[in-house]
């Protein structure tokens, strides 16, 4: 009778260990889950945020997050959009048992008043030290007519970044885009050499306010 017992016990602290061992396996997925909902916050208030994964094979790598759908992260790698899951995902291109969200500095807000003359020549007094700058506003392009070049531009912009680009208005000389924090050296790689008036709102996440325009607004991680 005492053995029967000793036996229950045992079955019933391995059952136990299997429920604790299986929550802990949860708990990681669900701190994962939190994690990327934490970056994603930081990511749509204008911060530049890396993701540093543990992969279940114990592998190390880094991306730039740019997106979160469910239980699901979307991180750029050298160039590459990659999809993140957890322990026992099946779909995403990446297992993480652990991922790290970076993030620094302070996001400043900007009012960028209406600018004119070739791209590259108006954002040059822009560029400042920073962890990213990113363009909300109004461009009208001059000589952007090509409808492969603008579907390059907004592919790299849409579907490589956090930010959003499209066609408001077309003409023969140019196009009116409408951009949503499109970060300004991927504008610079397509549209650098262009006549462009332009004029909305930018945001810098860096360590201090480093522009003389008006500043809307200050976000703190």
Do not use: C
Not at 70 to 92: N, Q
Not at 180 to 206: A, C, F, H, Q, W
Request: a neutral charge; glycine letters at 10%.
């Amino acid at each position: 009778m005492n053995n029967k017992k000793a036996f229950a016990l045992i079955v019933v602290i391995a059952l136990l260990g299997i429920v604790v061992n299986s929550y802990l396996d949860h708990y990681q997925g669900g701190e994962i889950y939190e994690a990327a909902n934490r970056g994603f916050s930081l990511l749509t208030q204008g911060f530049n945020v890396t993701v540093v994964i543990e992969t279940v094979d114990g592998k190390t790598l880094e991306g730039e997050l740019f997106s979160v759908d469910g239980s699901t992260i979307y991180i750029v790698k050298d160039g590459k959009r990659l999809t993140v899951g957890g322990p026992s995902a099946t779909k995403e291109d990446i297992k993480a048992k652990h991922i790290e969200i970076k993030a620094r500095g302070s996001v400043y807000t900007y009012e960028l008043p209406p600018r004119s003359g070739k791209y590259r020549d108006v954002i040059k007094d822009l560029k400042v030290d920073a962890y990213s700058e990113r363009f909300s506003g109004i461009i009208y392009v001059k000589g952007l007519t090509d409808p492969i070049m603008i579907g390059k531009l907004k592919y790299s912009v849409d579907y490589l970044t956090y930010g959003s680009i499209d066609v408001k208005q077309t003409f023969q000389d140019g196009v009116i885009l409408t951009a949503g924090m499109v970060p300004i050296e991927i504008l610079e790689r397509y549209i650098g050499d262009k006549e462009v008036y332009m004029y909305g709102t930018l945001y810098v996440n860096s360590e201090e306010r480093n522009l003389p325009l008006r500043v809307l607004g200050v976000k703190n991680i």
